[in-house]
């Protein structure tokens, strides 16, 4: 069988080839991500492998189609870059890696939250400098205030059980309510009753018509001044210029982002010799009160070596006429 597979970093082919699956197949590398420029690049392949940043748009799909390949491979967990229905129409499936390792997420979630708040990225400069002075490095006991969650599948109570050892109050809004975090103390209510109480915002639900832009100007309006708001999930999920007027009117505290509307065409790349087009993404690095990781948080040993195990086991099972249990309908 084989398989082109795109958005290939380093670390992703060492994992990939020291596999021992990897003898069963073919995989051929590409470094660029998936479009419509680079869709022509699949003839010959029976799978794709795609990664967050692929545009696996229709016309995309059209193309795989047309080049014969028959399975797209989401080595990640959201499928919002798919247009699975389209995927569905040209006769190809799809599947993912549902969950590889949701306590990777919640603890680099947990990592921004501690960082913004004890700016303990600061602190490391300035000894560094011989500066040590404790000017404008104050922050905030954890302890004792409200988080909220909105989306309480397995990173968001992954990362609720993180912040319960906080001995913080938690509550919650989900399509589903989880009868196991109602029995660890957490409070459901209403995504606005989750805005208009929490001390700091985390983000885990998956970016879907619904909840696009969840985070906007009304929404913000509705929160306690000074907010954090943590996004490890998808970008989209904030409304990039509301979030700027929130953070330069002082509503919004401190902002802490792994995931960005527009970040592919940034994130994952090395462009400290370029000059960044993105204003957005420039106004957010200049606010003193702002983190961004470059969709880092899934990034652990662990992670690596489960979407690997776990992408294998999905070739396989296609490749075996098996049924597929990862795959997206
Ligand atoms: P999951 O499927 O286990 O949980 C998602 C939860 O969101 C479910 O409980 C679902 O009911 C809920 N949900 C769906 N629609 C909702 C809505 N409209 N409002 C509120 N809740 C809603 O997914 P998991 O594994 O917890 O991942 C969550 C998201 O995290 C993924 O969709 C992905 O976008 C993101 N992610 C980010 C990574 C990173 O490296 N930054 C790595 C892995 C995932």
């Known amino acids: 069988m084989k398989i082109a597979v795109f958005s290939t970093k380093p ?28 869709a022509s690049l699949s003839k010959g392949f029976d799978a794709v492998c795609v990664f967050v940043n692929d545009k696996v748009h229709e016309s995309v799909i059209k193309v795989l189609a047309n080049n014969g390949v028959k399975l797209i ?32 997420v919640a603890e680099h979630t947990m990592a921004l939250i501690l960082t913004l708040n004890r700016k303990t990225h600061k602190a490391y400069n300035r000894i560094r400098e011989g500066n040590f002075s404790l000017n404008n490095l ?13 989306g309480t599948g397995q990173i968001g109570a992954a ?48 970016l879907t018509e619904d909840t696009k832009h969840i985070v906007n100007s009304s929404s913000i309006e509705l929160m306690k001044n000074h907010v954090m ?41 090395d462009l400290s010799e370029s000059i960044i087009q993105d204003d957005d993404i420039l106004r957010l690095m200049s606010f003193p009160n702002v983190l961004i990781t470059s969709h880092q948080a899934y990034f652990t040993k662990e992670a690596m070596e489960e979407i690997t195990r776990i992408t294998y086991e999905n070739l396989r099972a296609y490749n075996a006429g098996e049924f597929l249990k990862n795959e997206v309908k």
């Open 159 to 206: 990362f609720c059980k993180i912040v319960k050892g906080f001995g913080c109050n938690i509550i919650a809004f989900d399509l589903y309510p989880s009868e196991e975090l109602i029995a660890l103390g957490v409070t459901y209510g209403s995504v606005e009753d989750v805005f208009k109480t929490s001390d700091i915002i985390s983000l885990h639900c998956p």
């Open 229 to 269: 708001i943590i996004n490890t999930s998808r970008g989209a999920l904030i409304n990039t210029s509301d979030i700027i007027k929130g953070l330069s009117s002082k509503k919004v505290g401190f902002l802490g982002i792994d995931v960005y509307e527009q970040e592919e065409n940034l994130f994952f790349k």
């Open 138 to 150: 104050m922050g905030f006991d954890v302890f004792g205030k409200t988080i909220g969650v909105v």
């Open 11 to 38: 670390y992703d082919r060492d994992y990939f080839e020291k596999h021992p699956q990897a003898s069963e197949y073919q995989l051929h590398y590409f470094e660029t991500n998936l479009t419509d420029d680079t």
């Open 73 to 104: 491979a989401l080595r990640c967990a959201g499928y919002n870059n798919v247009d699975v229905n389209s995927a569905k129409a040209h006769g190809l499936k799809v599947v993912r890696v549902p969950a590889y390792s949701p306590h990777a």
